[in-house]
């Protein structure tokens, strides 16, 4: 069977919806049949590059030469496939959970909104097959300019506000990714993501190795919301909250770690980060956000932006376990890409039908809502349990590994803050479902009923997908198996 | 000292056009002087080409009989001198445009004092 | 032998043109337009063919006027580069002129055949500069570029004699200056020929005269070119005058002067030579990184349309200069396409601010609104595709000209102008996006009045002479960005000698 130009079709397929998406903009049925058309192609094109993945091959398709001894690479390896498998099944539940929601939420521009949401997914996949760094750069830039339209959605003041500081911040992040790809392919001639790295031979001075890892933080770290590049992805929250979910908790920010990962492990490599301690930058910057994220997320009232906080400290989970530089870390860097994205969008869904559905946005107006939309709060607790590490929600099983990672290395403090944000996560999280199970419920919530099915089957099936994942972590994807994959690639290559 | 300015008056005779020229155009507010200094200025570039082809002993580059043109020093160097001639068309052509531009703007604002214009302009 | 004529018969082109409109055109004005097209699609006919031939057999063509031998003759040196350059000029001339048609009528009724007789003019000496192998030669041509493009200037709002006669003051100094560093080199060589005085120059380096003739000439070219700071007849010229001659003028004019600061340094000195005796590359750049500075954030703080434009030709034109002022191979190939990328860009923003103000009357940036979007579509996304490839996003063209020279930096390590590219861009981005946000987003300011004109704006598209130059732009910004590598890998065969 011919796999090579499947890649590209995964790439395209959302793209070539567009086009079908604004024609029928006046009629929403056909519109967001289209939408999900992509999505189920898109999602069945990905799985047919499972079994490949799955053995470690390599799919590789050389699109053109964007400039001489740059080829426009796409490549379908491993690491590649687990990222687009998590993003475009995400996307057709997303998808389902739109209708509902910007229905629902009487929203404007729907047909922007949904082309948008095609290119994004396009972009998303495109940065999970680059085969070097000049295809991911253009992904990358591509998703940015493609999310702007639906963070800016409503277009009121605030939504404008939040639009400019994340071109703000997103737009330095590419600059500062293209500095550091012009001085990597200055320095080694070449731009291909390697397992273990491409800079072998190359001599590095210390202060030019810091310089290089510093630029490339800049450019990935934005998006991956490392403190202080964070700040824009709680203000983004005033996007529609489908958008919230895939994009700010799914495709965007996983990108942003995707592309640490990439980093890491296929640019710089594990015995450069080494031999220059900037493993050890890294893991003070993620620790910290770790820890200051989650402290900052207690103070939030509202609840998308306390998940925004969640968010950030998660994503660092994935950092920290990628700097910490042994496989098994490794192993639960990758495996938190794919917990973490079931659990939070759970979690965002769930906001967001609460959202649509009783119209409330704070946390602090919950009380007793449990009553009225019981099969929601149970996803939400699922969730939330995932994401401070108990079993059997998936969310244990990343971070066990992250934890026995850390302790393989022989580093405690690593261990400590994961632990502490554990806690932490229990801390935060717990108020919510207090208030909606154990408080009474005003009056306001007489008369209302649980929010339409086409919210609640996404969420409530992301919530049981996470419960499945972490009872079987192998289960439908192999997501484990793949994760293993990824990393022995990295730390023995060939 | 003296010699470094005697050996080279023709240069210093230049850079005083060039520099009045100048002055002229910066420092005179009205367009039309600004266009003489101008005019200065490139008379100043046309002479030092033209003081570039002398020779002492020299005659002009026009064929003279017992003056064999194998010899060089007997003539002076014609390039220069054609090259200004049409450096000199060129000049002129930019006098025209610089007072077909000076008429127009007497007509718009009714002056031509920098100052003033820039005053009716804003 | 195929093409060996058509170095000369594309000026020729012009000549003829420039003086069969005024004759023609003294009795049926209406038809100036069309023979303006002809003579300029002739000639990017040629070029496209000159082109292709070098491509094909990578000859250079040395054409010898009335067989006279350099450096006795002049000679027209068609070579990869002026070949390439030539094409750019007198294609996006050609759609300039394309566009041209409503606003001639509305900016300058009655003035047709003098507006088209001198753009051809203009067209000539632009092509006699990238042509020509003769320094003096270069110096007439200059002039008659100039001298047509300060009456071209001239056509245009009231303040446009004024700002014409500035640029012609200052134009004219930087000229006079060009000539003078000429007649310095001619005293210690002996001869104006380009190529022959490459030769000659090593044996006369050390003389206190060459350096001072690259000062001058540097300095002269500057002025031409807008290197900051010598750019301060640019934004008045380009604001008061016509929108179809600034459309003309931006994207052409100071390029070619960049050509030629390009030939003086790299092609007539040489990369061994330029910095023998002052670090002449060095303050070139560092003129060029401020410039680039400069100019955006002058252009952010500018409220007209064409006003902003013109400060962003000043940063722009200073990437350009500073790719040549790195003297390797990446900085080369990022200037070269830079002139090619911003070309394209800067005439179709301006084409859209002319289109703009041929449908509002103006074009104040203040007084956007989203109306455009509805009214607008098609221009307004040609100005969006404009404004990301300015910003530098790939995949459009903008992006690739920043790699390269971003990659030439780095070779050089030279760090500060890295961060010069970086900066620029997000500027860029600045005063871009602060346009899309008003074109495309409700503004929040506004809601109460919405109520008021409930009336949606109907689709107001311009006509087809003016969408079909944008859209050709607007597309080549893609193409150009997508098939980069084919031009650059041509490019690789243009480098002057010691890369």
């Keep these: ?494 | 000292m003296l010699d470094f300015f005697m050996g080279h008056y023709a240069y210093w005779f230049t850079m005083i056009l060039l520099a009045i020229g100048l002055y002229g155009m910066l420092i005179k507010k009205n367009l039309v002087k600004k266009t003489i200094g101008l005019s200065i200025f490139q008379a100043g570039v046309i002479l030092f080409f033209v003081s570039v082809a002398m020779k002492w002993g020299a005659t002009v580059p026009v064929k003279a009989d017992g003056l064999p043109v194998s010899e060089v020093s007997n003539y002076m160097n014609a390039l220069p001198h054609t090259l200004m001639l049409t450096a000199i068309v060129v000049g002129v052509a930019t006098l025209g445009v610089a007072y077909a531009l000076i008429i127009k703007i007497y007509n718009r604002y009714g002056t031509l004092d920098e100052e003033e214009l820039l005053d009716k302009i804003q | 032998m195929t093409g060996s004529n058509i170095p000369a018969l594309i000026p020729a082109t012009y000549i003829l043109f420039a003086i069969l409109i005024p004759v023609i055109g003294l009795w049926r004005s209406e038809i100036t337009r069309a023979l303006a097209l002809l003579g300029s699609g002739i000639a990017t006919f040629l070029s496209a063919l000159g082109f292709i031939n070098y491509i094909q057999s990578g000859e250079v063509i040395r054409y010898y006027f009335g067989g006279w031998m350099p450096p006795i003759g002049i000679e027209f040196v068609y070579d990869g580069l002026a070949a390439f350059i030539v094409l750019v000029i007198n294609a996006i001339a050609f759609l300039v002129l394309i566009h041209s048609k409503e606003i001639s009528k509305l900016e300058f009724p009655g003035r047709k055949m003098p507006y088209y007789t001198i753009s051809m003019l203009m067209m000539l000496g632009f092509n006699g500069m990238v042509l020509t192998g003769d320094l003096f030669n270069l110096y007439v041509f200059l002039e008659i570029s100039s001298l047509s493009s300060y009456a071209l200037i001239a056509i245009g709002s009231k303040r446009a004699p004024y700002s014409a006669f500035r640029y012609l003051i200052i134009g004219t100094v930087g000229g006079s200056l060009y000539l003078l560093g000429v007649g310095f080199l001619y005293t210690v060589t002996g001869t104006l020929n380009i190529i022959d005085m490459h030769a000659m120059l090593p044996q006369v380096i050390g003389h206190s005269a060459v350096v001072g003739a690259l000062i001058l000439m540097v300095i002269g070219v500057g002025v031409k070119a807008a290197l900051f700071p010598l750019h301060g007849w640019l934004p008045d010229s380009y604001t008061f005058a016509s929108s179809t001659s600034s459309a003309l003028i931006a994207p052409i004019g100071t390029k070619v002067a960049a050509y030629i600061l390009l030939r003086v340094m790299l092609f007539l000195f040489g990369v061994e030579l330029i910095d023998a005796q002052l670090p002449v590359t060095t303050i070139v750049g560092i003129f060029a990184g401020v410039g680039i500075l400069y100019g955006s954030i002058m252009a952010i703080a500018q409220s007209e349309l064409k006003k902003m434009l013109a400060y962003s030709s000043i940063s722009q034109i200073g990437y350009i200069i500073m790719g040549i002022s790195l003297a390797n191979p990446f900085g080369f190939i990022g200037a070269v396409l830079h002139v090619l990328n911003h070309a394209l860009m800067k005439a179709l923003l301006f084409l859209v601010s002319g289109s703009l103000r041929t449908k509002e009357g103006h074009s104040l940036i203040t007084k956007f609104d989203n109306s455009y979007r509805k009214k607008y579509p098609w221009t307004m996304v040609a100005f969006t595709t404009a404004a990301i490839s300015m910003v530098g996003l790939p995949p459009l063209a903008g992006f690739f000209s920043k790699w390269y020279l971003a990659l030439g930096t780095i070779e050089n390590s030279n760090w500060m102008l890295l961060a010069v590219i970086l900066i620029s861009s997000l500027l860029n981005a600045v005063y871009f996006f602060r346009i899309l946000e008003k074109v495309y987003l409700n503004n929040p300011d506004a809601e109460e009045a919405d109520d008021a004109e409930a009336v949606s704006p109907q689709n107001n598209e311009v006509g087809f002479s003016m969408m079909f130059p944008m859209a050709v732009m607007a597309i080549g910004l893609l193409v150009v960005g997508i098939f980069n590598a084919y031009i650059v890998n041509v490019i690789f065969t243009m480098f002057p000698a010691g890369f």
């Design chain 1, 1 to 494: 069977m011919e796999l090579t130009y499947i890649p590209l079709f995964a790439v395209l397929v959302s793209l070539a919806a567009v086009p079908f998406i604004l024609l029928s903009s006046k009629k929403p049925n056909l519109r967001e049949f289209w939408t999900i058309l992509a999505g189920v192609i898109k999602f069945l094109l990905v799985l047919t590059l499972l079994p490949s993945a799955l053995q470690g091959n390599v799919i590789e398709l050389q699109l053109l030469e964007i400039a001489p001894d740059l080829p426009l690479v796409l490549r379908a390896d491993t690491f590649g496939v687990f990222f687009a498998l998590i993003a475009s099944s995400l996307w057709i539940f997303t998808s389902f959970y739109s209708i509902g929601y910007m229905r629902g939420h009487h929203e404007k521009k729907q047909t922007r909104y949904f082309a948008s949401f095609a290119v994004c997914l396009s972009s998303t996949i495109g940065i999970a097959f680059s085969g070097n760094l000049i295809t991911f750069i253009i992904f990358y830039e591509m998703l940015t300019l493609a999310t702007y339209p639906l963070v800016i959605h409503s277009e009121n003041k605030k939504a404008i506000a939040a639009g400019r500081k994340y071109l703000t911040y997103t737009l330095t992040a590419g600059l500062l990714l293209i500095a550091a790809a012009g001085i990597t392919y200055y320095l080694t001639g070449t731009l291909e993501f390697r397992p273990g790295g491409i800079f072998g031979d190359v001599e590095l001075s210390q202060p030019m190795a810091i310089t290089i890892f510093l630029l490339f933080l800049g450019g990935v770290g934005v998006k991956a919301g490392i403190m202080p590049l964070h700040s824009w992805l709680p203000s983004a929250m005033a996007a529609p909250t489908p958008v919230s979910a895939l994009l700010h908790a799914v495709a965007v920010v996983k990108s942003g770690v995707f592309g640490v990962i990439r980093v890491v492990g296929f640019i710089l490599g594990p015995d450069v980060m080494a031999e220059f301690g900037l493993n050890d930058i890294l893991m003070v910057m993620a620790g910290i956000t770790i820890i200051v994220a989650s402290l900052l997320a207690f103070a939030q009232d509202n609840l998308k932006r306390r998940l925004a906080y969640s968010t950030v400290g998660h994503l660092s989970y994935i950092v920290l376990g990628a700097a910490l530089l042994t496989e098994t870390g490794l192993i639960g860097s990758i495996m938190h890409i794919s917990t973490h994205a079931t659990m939070k969008i759970t979690l965002f869904f769930c906001a967001g039908a609460i959202m649509v559905n009783l119209h409330k946005s704070n946390i602090s107006s919950l009380n007793g809502i449990a009553k009225v939309m019981p099969w929601t709060m149970a996803a939400f607790t699922i969730g939330s349990m995932g994401l401070a590490g108990l079993p059997p929600v998936n969310g244990f099983v990343s971070k066990w590994f992250l934890a026995t990672g850390a302790l393989e290395g022989g580093m405690f403090i690593p261990v400590t803050v994961y632990v502490i944000s554990g806690l932490l996560n229990v801390g935060y999280f717990f108020p919510i479902i207090h208030r909606a199970y154990f408080k009474k419920g005003g009056e306001e919530l007489e008369g209302h009923t649980e929010a339409s099915p086409f919210m609640v089957v996404p969420l409530f099936t992301t919530a049981i997908l996470s419960i499945l994942f972490g009872v079987y972590p192998d289960l439908f994807f192999n997501f484990f198996d793949m994760a293993t994959t990824v990393a022995s690639s990295i730390f023995n290559p060939m």
